[in-house]
């Protein structure tokens, strides 16, 4: 079961290009996971500094070990720092399975 996971991040202008360098690091490092499926970023038209990142993962599990990896966790550790507020992840599931029978 594909999985959907939403991650809202909210930054200051003057560290925008910062967090969107960081973000990219992040989806480079993205394709080359298992059950990568296809990423997007977005950025708030009416909420200057709100990015939205938007990933298709094949399973949760997938999502989960790229989620747990050390070089991931390396540059969200950087753009977590450089945030006015902490990341808001969601996982949505593109079928009404349980997600708990993913994992």
Not at 4 to 27: F, G, H, N, P
Not at 29 to 55: C, K, N, W
Not at 58 to 80: F, G, H, Y
């Given at each position: ?13 003057d560290k925008q290009a910062d967090v ?84």
């Amino acid at each position: 079961m594909a999985v959907k996971v939403v991650i809202e991040r909210s930054v200051t202008a003057d560290k925008q290009a910062d967090v969107a360098e960081l973000l990219m690091d992040l989806r480079a490092g993205a394709i080359h996971q298992q059950g990568y499926v296809s990423g997007e970023t977005l950025f708030a038209v009416h909420r200057p500094g709100t990015h939205l990142v938007i990933s298709t993962w094949e399973s949760l599990k997938d999502w989960k070990a790229w989620e747990a990896n050390p070089k991931r966790r390396e540059i969200t550790d950087k753009v977590e720092a450089l945030l006015t507020s902490p990341s808001r992840t969601s996982v949505y599931a593109t079928t009404p399975r349980s997600v708990a029978e993913d994992v």
